[in-house]
């Protein structure tokens, strides 16, 4: 079994979940909950590897290795 690690993003009209590392086309789930937004993220990766495969999907995530950790930053940038 592969362990994934999720982003889960809130906004204003609900959360949205991707794999973190995904490098190629996109996988993403939503909901209107945390817990939502995670299940579907889970569906839509059963749904790639049913359709694409497993290592397809490995191969697009980070070329098959593994983050192992994820750090979010915030800045301040002249616009």
């Not at 059963?46 to 979010?72: R, T, V």
């Amino acid at each position: 079994m592969q362990k994934v690690k999720i982003v889960i993003e809130r906004h204003d009209d609900g959360y949205v979940g991707y794999p973190l590392g995904f490098t190629r086309g996109a996988i993403v789930g939503q909901g209107e909950t945390y817990a939502e937004a995670l299940k579907d993220t889970e569906s839509a990766i059963q749904f790639f590897i049913q359709h694409y495969g497993k290592d397809a999907f490995l191969q697009h995530l980070e070329g098959g290795g593994q983050s192992l950790d994820a750090y979010i930053a915030e800045t301040s940038i002249a616009v």
